[in-house]
């Protein structure tokens, strides 16, 4: 039986260690009294929701979390992992900014106090009565975005299992026959294996490609070419609003800019891109856009000094021309990263004077490079003469745990050990009648909001 069509399954740990743990788990347990909380009735339906699309047999994640068995010997990692909500893993600043994200992974303050407790109580097991039905997976499951309408699989590449990173530039045709618009998109290397070896992957449609043109290295310019999406280590997919899309074109073809790097063995790294699509014939009424917003300078090898030991902070700012609202932030560092903040700073008033707004902070891990999609009626928008903002901090520190070598200086570059500080932002231009208009409508509704609930504590 395939392992997609399996439902949640075992872990990795050996069996006999796993016994060892849950005969001193079961019998303290049962000795102890009656407990609130329990794994089969509090704890296992918070996991079989947020946790065990990853946390099972054949996924990434490093072990399994759907049985009890599973479970039980990872209880206080698995508290102090969601305590500090370093999973799941969402790592927007929840005191700062904008809350409301599409296909948000934060567990609520409640799952937490539950896990936390179930934990504090000696990780009871409950009525095996209480316990819910496996989630089941299916072939689909594999897509954060459901079944993909298109899915463009790139030929391999082989990774040696030692050397300098790797930047191959690789083609494969999207199949269209006609044009099409997308409206989700997800970008994922194949197997474990891949995983291990892609840093992040870009890519590109074209419809100026040689015939002939090898899959390797092609002869392309990225000039005539439009940016598609970016991946990078445990990136979400993008979702665009539903008035929003990309063109693809019929007879394009895809060109993906990879970042690799060795781990020790030789490895064939794959990566395949889905697509959700609008309807045949739907042309959506806005274009999506995304591009680096941020980058300290026209040129950031001259402004990205990290001295070691130190902790630094890097500015950089994008001028918008145009009105637009911001959909999607995607913050964009290296391993020494720590934290990334977005800023709007507006244009002048009639008083002359410049106003500023943090939009939202996050902390930052290497492992998860996460877009975070705004809901629609709290997308920031964007008035024309607007500056982008986006300030990363870096720690090349002893402190940061995750630092290759605190000893040394590090600067801006493409390599891994180097570093970067920038955000990719997705947006949707507007006309000023457009921004004006949705404007008036959310301040309209803030004031009959607050009107309400003034009304509300009244009475």
């Known amino acids: 039986m395939k392992q997609s069509a399996l439902a949640c399954g ?12 849950l005969a001193v788990g079961s019998a303290s347990a049962q000795t102890a009294a009656p407990p609130s909380v329990t794994f089969t009735r509090d704890v296992a339906p918070i996991l079989q929701r947020s946790c065990v699309a990853c946390h099972r047999a054949g996924q990434s994640a490093p072990m399994s ?11 206080r990692s698995i508290k102090t992992r969601v305590v500090s909500r370093s999973m799941p893993p969402w790592h927007i600043d929840r005191h700062v900014g904008i809350q409301e994200f599409k296909a948000d992974l934060s567990l609520p303050d409640k799952d937490i106090a539950t896990i936390a407790a179930w934990v504090d109580a000696g990780a009871p097991r409950g009525n095996p009565a209480d316990m819910p039905a496996q989630r089941q997976f299916g072939d689909d499951d594999a897509w954060a ?7 463009v699989r790139f030929p391999k590449y082989r990774v040696p299992k030692s050397g300098p990173d790797l930047f191959p530039n690789i083609i494969a045709s999207t199949g269209l026959t006609e044009d099409r618009y997308v409206k989700a998109i997800e ?8 995983r291990r070896v892609v840093h992040h992957a870009v890519t590109f449609m074209t419809t100026d490609v040689p015939e002939g043109s090898p899959a390797v290295n092609p002869d392309i310019d990225l000039q005539s070419s439009q940016l598609i999406v970016e991946y990078a280590s445990g990136k979400a997919p993008e ?12 007879s394009s073809t895809l060109l993906m800019q990879n970042h690799l790097h060795s781990v020790g063995e030789d490895i064939d790294s794959e990566v395949e891109v889905g697509f959700l699509l609008h309807p045949k014939g739907v042309v959506p009424k806005r274009i999506r856009y ?6 300290p300078t026209p040129n950031p090898n001259d402004s990205l000094d990290i001295p070691a030991g130190s902790v630094a902070r890097v500015d950089g700012y994008t001028l918008h021309t145009k009105p637009g609202k911001i959909i999607a932030w995607q913050p964009h560092m290296h391993i020494r990263g720590k934290y990334q903040c977005l800023e709007l700073i507006y244009p002048s008033n009639p008083s002359n004077v410049m106003r500023r707004e943090t939009i939202n902070c996050a902390n930052w891990d290497y492992n998860w490079h996460s877009v975070y999609n705004y809901k629609d009626h709290v997308a920031p928008l964007v008035p024309a003469g607007t500056v982008i903002h986006i300030v990363s901090w870096h720690d090349n520190s002893a402190a940061n745990r995750h630092n290759p070598d605190p000893k040394n200086w590090v600067g801006y570059g493409d390599r891994t050990i180097d570093e970067m500080g920038f955000s990719w932002i997705g947006w949707v231009d507007l006309t000023q009648e457009e921004y004006e208009k949705e404007l008036a409508e959310r301040n309209a509704a803030r004031q009959k909001k607050a009107t309400t609930s003034t009304q509300q504590q009244q009475e």
């Open 65 to 75: 979390l759907c049985t009890y068995e599973d479970v039980r010997p990872w209880a």
């Open 145 to 151: 975005i459901g079944k993909p309408d298109l899915i």
């Open 10 to 21: 075992k872990g990795r740990l050996a069996e006999a260690a796993i016994g060892l743990l």
């Open 239 to 250: 979702i665009y609003p539903e008035d929003a899309g990309v063109l693809l074109p019929a």
């Open 290 to 295: 995304s591009t680096h917003h941020g980058d």
């Open 187 to 194: 970008t994922r290397p194949v197997g474990l294996n891949s």
